[in-house]
């Protein structure tokens, strides 16, 4: 009778056991059940993607595109990414560098003469951050919320000696990239905002991206907010995008962003031994585009960006 009870129980443990493998979370619903707590949290409010070997594993979005008017994000919802864009400005470089417009080793002297430090700085130089220039966002001429011009900018940099000697190190400034979406103008005679959505937008299918972000009109442009520790929610200013330029006026959807990884990495704008090399390290943790390092024991290739009300 004892062996019956304890065969009877073992089975009993190994039902639910069973029972339990097969009511086990998905990958997909542990990320989800984690972003639910952290928007209930006040951590996190917009759209998460993740993607592994190509396939979605969650696309979902948290929280409100606008609070006041309570419009929850869904995956349309389309958020300011700020230096992200850096990254498409450095590709777009790189892209005119394959076609021979121009040579990341060429000295500034060739494209702006009359810039007192343009002989002293290669393309390369902005690429990097390595180049010392003044980072022109912290000037009090700057006004994120109007209107900026490139003799704005120039009135700025040339009355500002350099912060370190050119390739010397790294040191993040927002006028390296300023000067790149000048570069890719001058080279292409076009406007930057145009370049980059003939050299990328198109080639990738990012048909829900683009850059002045206080003018645009549409159903899914989510509202940025500052948000208290008690979760109140303030409407953020909107910054200019003659100001952020090609160093952050870019808006988009987490959607484009997966279009941008794949055409990346498929090599459908640059090729492999180009991408490879705007994601190596150059003196210091950044690339050509690209911040380097790694997480968890695996190389990490990203890029953050922060503007007023929006985190990506």
Do not use: C
């Amino acid at each position: 009778a004892q062996i019956a009870a304890v065969r009877l129980f073992l089975a009993l443990i190994f039902f639910l056991l069973l029972l339990n493998l097969g009511q086990a979370q998905t990958t997909s619903e542990r990320l989800d059940s984690f972003m639910i707590a952290a928007f209930n949290a006040n951590e996190f409010n917009g759209v998460v993607l993740v993607a592994r070997n190509d396939s979605l594993i969650l696309s979902k979005g948290y929280g409100w595109r606008d609070v006041e008017n309570k419009i929850p994000h869904d995956t349309n919802s389309i958020f300011q990414i700020g230096s992200l864009t850096k990254t498409f400005t450095a590709t777009a470089v790189l892209f005119l560098q394959e076609q021979g417009k121009l040579n990341i080793d060429d000295n500034l002297d060739k494209y702006f003469p009359s810039y007192k430090y343009a002989n002293k700085i290669r393309i390369k130089n902005l690429l990097s951050h390595t180049s010392g220039i003044f980072n022109y966002t912290t000037d009090k001429i700057y006004d994120p919320e109007k209107s900026f011009s490139q003799e704005n900018f120039w009135e700025i940099i040339n009355d500002k000696p350099l912060n370190a000697e050119p390739d010397s190190k790294y040191e993040y400034s927002n006028s390296n990239y300023f000067l790149l979406g000048l570069l890719i103008e001058k080279i292409t005679g076009k406007s930057y905002e145009q370049a980059i959505r003939e050299i990328i937008f198109e080639k990738a299918g990012m048909n829900h991206s683009g850059f002045d972000f206080a003018h645009l009109n549409n159903l899914n442009k989510s509202i940025g907010y500052d948000v208290g520790k008690n979760g109140k929610h303030a409407r953020s200013i909107i910054a200019d995008s003659s100001g952020t330029f090609a160093a952050g006026s870019m808006y988009t959807t987490a959607g484009d962003l997966y279009r941008w990884y794949k055409a990346l990495l498929s090599n459908a704008i640059i090729d492999k031994n180009t991408f490879t090399q705007a994601v190596t390290a150059y003196k210091g943790p950044y690339g050509y585009g690209w911040h380097v390092g790694s997480a968890y024991g695996h190389v990490q290739w990203k890029h953050d960006g922060g503007v007023m009300g929006f985190a990506t």
